[in-house]
């Protein structure tokens, strides 16, 4: 069975400060994707990574998809209230999509 | 253009009753996802189409839950003698293809059909 172990569950940081949150799994994956979730709202897909080793930026947001294909990280740096929210990865299954648990992300101004 | 539209957007049913849930995807995504979200936590896939076929139904957590696909385009899904631990929010998403090929072809979501069983 794929699974997707995401840490840390929770973070809560002051703005303007960085973090990193992990996204790994036993099973290689073809590609991982990032979705972030607003409240009330479905998840909306920031980047998918294909490649062992990518890097991708989306402006403070950095992703990459490691060597081995295992396991992915997004770095935000400089945080802002704006970044908060519930922050998925996700891996190709059997025709369908895996996701990680989440990581929840309260950016405090 | 449209995105996916789900309704209801909240219900409240009493423990027992059966409550039916419904997706309208993209038009044209041959794909369409059933997911489930307790509070706080990631998503639970239930089921998904290949147009009017569900090749995979190993998600769903019980013989009461159910779900169809009509006219590749509109889908339900049934909840019978809904119990309390079937609260959570129900997302569904559609796509122009079928994971795996998920680079060409993202998860488009819905905004979910929040359900709370008293």
């Known amino acids: 069975t794929q699974l997707l172990e995401q840490s840390p569950q929770f973070l809560s940081i002051q703005e303007g400060e960085n973090l990193t949150v992990y996204c790994n799994s036993s099973?290689?994956?073809?590609?991982l994707q990032w979705y972030r979730q607003e409240p009330g709202e479905g998840p909306v897909l920031l980047v998918t990574?294909?490649?062992?080793?990518e890097v991708k930026k989306l402006k403070r947001l950095t992703f990459q998809f490691g060597d081995a294909r295992k396991d992915s990280s997004l770095h935000i740096t400089a945080a802002q209230p704006g970044d908060t929210g519930l922050y998925l990865c996700a891996g190709p299954g059997r025709g369908k999509l895996i996701f990680g648990q989440g990581t929840e992300l309260s950016v405090k101004p | 253009g449209a995105g996916v539209s789900q309704s209801p957007s909240n219900k409240v049913t009493e423990k027992g009753k059966d409550v039916e849930l419904r997706c309208d995807p993209i038009?044209?995504?041959?794909?369409l996802y059933w997911y489930r979200q307790r509070l706080g936590q990631g998503l639970e896939f239930l089921i998904y189409f290949q147009g009017n076929s569900a090749p995979d139904k190993s998600g769903l957590p019980s013989d009461r839950f159910s779900a169809e696909r009509t006219g590749e385009s509109v889908s339900t899904l049934t909840i019978q003698r809904t119990q309390q631990e079937d609260s959570a929010v129900y997302l569904c998403?559609?796509?122009?293809?079928?994971?795996?090929?998920?680079?060409?072809?993202?998860?488009?979501f819905g905004n979910g059909t929040r359900l709370t069983v008293t």
């Open positions: 998403a559609s796509s122009s293809n079928l994971v795996p090929r998920i680079s060409n072809s993202p998860l488009h």
């Open positions: 099973s290689v994956f073809s590609s």
């Open positions: 038009s044209g995504h041959t794909a």
């Open positions: 990574v294909v490649t062992g080793g």
